[in-house]
């Protein structure tokens, strides 16, 4: 399984970008973020044409997530268990759920698209919302491994965080000053991977950015943050064989602030991997 998550940051605006680097790219499973749209005003049709079965969750032209898979996509769900909602000037649990998470079993795989919240600015409840919001997906995480051990979970998508200083070239995100790199956020992001996750991009391609700002000429000055992960189980990370952050997407016309991450798995069976020679997770 070829493996793919990516901000597109409006479906409809780079439809025929999106679909031409799925066939070009031979994706089997792609999760994306932001789609800023309905899920009837999704483009269904231009990803079926290319064979793929698409599952779109979205209410507006803001958040929005979908799945496109060459295999059938099972169970379903726009929400995981806590997830927590928001609203200006709503306080209290039952904050409406926004468009920011759909999950999908493919083949075996449990799949989520998550378009993490950016949190805004520090001290601003749309921060503390991201924290909750974390902290509820992370409490998913461990009681679904915990459950299933051998479950090949996979958590894609943009996360809205950098979790270390290597994954911040971008000058005007200052620590103590800016989200995506206070130590709360860095925190949850770690809580992730104690509940069970690996970073499975990490160990093959140590440096790189995903996001570049469209201001101040970021891009060509490469001062971009990586913030777009494939974050992994047990299961599913022994089975990754390969890694891309596909960089050039971020050129041409009217491209996408962030750019695809691509992961290759290969669920052998234990008869299979005699001469296993795959990065080594845990």
């Given at each position: 399984?070829?493996?793919?998550?990516?901000?597109?940051?409006?479906?409809?605006?780079?439809?025929?970008?999106?679909?031409?680097?799925?066939?070009?790219?031979?994706?089997?499973?792609?999760?994306?973020?932001?789609?800023?749209?309905?899920?009837?005003?999704?483009?269904?049709?231009?990803?079926?044409?290319?064979?793929?079965h698409v599952e779109a969750h979205g209410?507006?032209?803001?958040?929005?997530?979908?799945?496109?898979?060459?295999?059938?996509?099972?169970?379903?769900?726009?929400?995981?268990?806590?997830?927590?909602?928001?609203?200006?000037?709503?306080?209290?649990?039952?904050?409406?759920?926004e468009a920011r998470a759909l999950g999908a079993t493919i083949d075996g795989v449990e799949v989520w698209s998550l378009y993490v919240p950016n949190g805004r600015s520090l001290g601003d409840p749309h921060y503390f919302y991201k924290l909750e919001w974390l902290?509820?997906?992370?409490?998913?995480?461990?009681?679904?491994?915990?459950?299933?051990?051998?479950?090949?979970?996979?958590?894609?998508?943009?996360?809205?965080?950098?979790?270390?200083?290597?994954?911040?070239?971008?000058?005007?995100?200052?620590?103590?000053?800016?989200?995506?790199?206070?130590?709360?956020?860095?925190?949850?992001?770690?809580?992730?991977?104690s509940a069970g996750l690996a970073d499975v991009v990490r160990p093959l391609i140590p440096t790189?950015?995903?996001y570049w700002d469209y201001k101040q000429l970021r891009f060509p000055r490469n001062e971009g943050m990586r913030i777009d992960f494939i974050l992994g189980s047990h299961a599913l990370a022994n089975a990754v064989t390969g890694a891309a952050i596909h960089r050039d997407e971020r050129k041409g016309e009217a491209p996408s602030d962030h750019v695809p991450v691509v992961v290759d798995l290969d669920f052998a069976t234990d008869e299979e991997e005699d001469d296993d020679n795959r990065p080594m997770w845990w």
């Open positions: 399984m070829r493996l793919a998550t990516w901000n597109v940051n409006s479906i409809r605006a780079r439809v025929e970008r999106t679909v031409e680097f799925a066939v070009r790219e031979h994706i089997d499973v792609l999760a994306m973020q932001e789609i800023k749209c309905k899920v009837e005003q999704f483009p269904f049709a231009a990803f079926e044409e290319a064979g793929f209410f507006s032209q803001w958040n929005g997530v979908a799945i496109a898979s060459r295999s059938p996509i099972e169970s379903v769900r726009t929400s995981f268990p806590g997830m927590h909602g928001f609203a200006k000037d709503h306080d209290g649990p039952d904050a409406p759920q902290a509820a997906l992370s409490g998913y995480t461990a009681a679904t491994l915990a459950a299933d051990p051998d479950l090949a979970l996979a958590l894609v998508g943009d996360f809205n965080i950098a979790p270390t200083d290597v994954d911040n070239g971008d000058p005007t995100v200052v620590q103590g000053f800016a989200t995506h790199i206070s130590p709360p956020e860095r925190e949850a992001f770690a809580a992730l991977q790189g950015f995903t």
